[in-house]
């Protein structure tokens, strides 16, 4: 039998078996410095992570205010540099008030934590985002997942049920894994119809959809319609950190309630300046969103036209589902040594049997950075039949 002392190692050597065995190992790709490899994989939609100006805001806030925050909001780490990028991040997103978290995981963690518990009803896409599913686990709350998209499914299992306790709809905007968006407005509607909330984390929408970048709920649905929307700073917004908008009694409720928003150090006063300078590009060149844009429907058009499986996406996220992991792996590694770097996503984080090449496009790719791209794609496409 086995000692106690035993276990531990049996249980991490199982588990990496189980994960071998499916070609399902993950591993960290090691970027040096002078990595020369075209980023299809990055979140950086805006090309705005590079930009001098986010660089030196960061720089010359460190400076002035230290590298970092030195304490939780609640205790002396809300600095008025964090009040200020609250406001412009309401102002943008059409709401009365935001709060700022460190990252996005724990916006919606702390989020659904505040919210929630074991006798809140929580229904949630079935492609949500892992910290969504994570957020109503840390709230004990049960979650439902509803068919993806699909109003009619989400109206059933809200007709079921219990008329008291309170209902949270939970939905990606923009799905990170497939870049399709979700129906706001007619989410909005059987929200309403329903009398449940709805709660919207547009990580991927904020920056880059709406008519000012404001995402795929911004100004155009109010708190009326959405009155919990979430966005993430280290996306088309190049920096880092999340936040939550809403009205005052949301907000308040977070700070007083939401652990992973008290129990954690304020984002570095230099990550909050560098989204400020971030917010002023997105407000001062449009053409950025416009450029963007260009590069995507010029990748749909020709990847159609070489036979590729494109997913139904207007965003800068463009999968290509191929299946089997080892095709995946396959691909991603040939792109690899044509030197551009694609995300090669497998289960759990997709669907088994639907691993994928996740290319994400951004303004900062030049029309050499897509026809690489495209003809790497074509040579995958080539060595596969042959
Ligand atoms: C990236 C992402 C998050 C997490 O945001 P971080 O700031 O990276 O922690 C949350 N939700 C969605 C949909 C995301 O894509």
């Known amino acids: 039998m086995l000692s106690r002392a035993d276990l531990w190692p049996k249980r991490l050597s199982n588990a990496a078996a189980q994960r071998q065995a499916g070609g399902g190992w993950r591993q960290r790709s090691l970027l040096s410095e002078d990595d ?8 950086d939609y805006l090309g705005l992570a590079d930009d001098p100006r986010l660089v030196e805001a960061q720089a010359a806030a460190a400076r002035r205010f230290g590298a970092g925050a030195k304490a939780s909001h609640l205790v002396s780490g809300h600095l008025d540099i964090h009040e200020r990028l609250e406001r412009r991040l309401a102002a943008l997103t059409g709401r009365p008030r935001a709060l700022l978290f460190s990252t996005g995981y724990m916006a919606n963690l702390g989020t659904l934590q505040a919210l929630c518990d074991r006798h809140t009803s929580v229904f949630q896409d079935r492609l949500n985002h892992a910290s ?12 439902r997942r509803f068919h993806h998209r699909d109003l009619t499914n989400l109206e059933r299992l809200l007709a079921r049920a219990p008329n008291d306790a309170p209902a949270l709809v939970v939905s990606d905007g923009v799905f990170s894994m497939d870049g399709d968006t979700a129906d706001i407005a007619g989410l909005a509607s059987t929200c309403r119809h329903q009398g449940a909330w709805l709660m919207i984390d547009d990580a991927h929408g904020l920056g880059v959809l709406g008519a000012h970048g404001d995402g ?3 100004r155009a649905h109010g708190v009326d319609e959405v009155p919990i929307l979430v966005g993430t700073l280290g996306k088309a917004l190049g920096s880092a950190g999340a936040f939550v908008a809403g009205d ?5 409720h977070l700070i007083q309630f939401a652990r992973p928003y008290i129990y954690t150090t304020a984002q570095p006063p230099g990550v909050a300046a560098a989204t400020l300078a971030a917010l002023d590009i997105l407000e001062d060149e449009p053409e950025r969103r416009i450029q963007l844009f260009e590069r995507i429907a010029r990748f749909r058009r020709e990847a159609a036209t070489l036979g590729l499986p494109l997913a139904d996406s207007r965003t800068p996220i463009q999968p290509i589902v191929l299946g ?6 396959r691909w991603a590694e040939r792109l690899a040594r044509a030197g551009l770097r694609v995300g090669a996503i497998r289960a759990p984080t997709v669907p088994r049997g639907q691993a994928r090449l996740r290319i994400t496009l951004s303004a900062a790719h030049d029309d050499d950075a897509l026809n690489a791209l495209l003809d790497g ?10």
């Open 248 to 252: 005052a009694a949301l907000i308040d």
């Open 324 to 329: 089997a992991n080892a095709r995946v792996m």
């Open 216 to 218: 795929c709920v911004g």
């Open 377 to 386: 794609l074509a040579a995958c496409q080539r060595e596969e039949v042959t």
């Open 36 to 43: 020369a490899c075209i980023d299809f994989a990055g979140n």
């Open 132 to 143: 969504l599913i994570d957020g109503a686990r840390l709230a004990g709350a049960p979650s």
